[in-house]
């Protein structure tokens, strides 16, 4: 072990601080051709919302054009949007997912 001599220059360690994650509000779009009842399964799937909350959310889609699904951290959002589009896809919906930061 090396003990320090006078005189020398020890430097205490800097504390890191951390930052919380950026977070990003997932949204959902309204489109043509998407049924309500897909949306709404959509909603209770990936964003765990019961039948009465996805029905409100779905509502506000459908006649604001665009409703927040969640707030999320970068990789969870892009996760949800991958899925949502992925799962749109196979059911032949052009369901669209986004996300903006906070």
Known sequence: ??????GSTVLAPERAKT??????????????????EF????LMRFFSFNL?????????VHNEGAAVCGVYSRDVAES???LVAKF?????????????EI
């Not at 509000?25 to 998407?34: G, I, P």
């Not at 949306?39 to 959509?42: A, R």
């Not at 749109?88 to 903006?100: N, S, T, V």
Request: charge should be positive; aromatic fraction near 6%; hydrophobic fraction near 40%.
């Open 80 to 82: 949800k949007i991958n």
């Open 1 to 6: 072990m090396v003990m320090p001599t006078k």
């Open 88 to 100: 749109a896809k196979q059911h032949g919906h052009p369901l669209r997912c986004g996300m903006e």
């Open 39 to 42: 949306v709404i399964e959509v």
């Open 52 to 60: 009465e909350r996805a029905q409100q959310i779905m509502l506000k």
């Open 19 to 36: 930052k919380p994650p950026k977070m990003f509000k997932v949204v959902l779009f309204n489109d043509d051709y998407t049924t309500m």
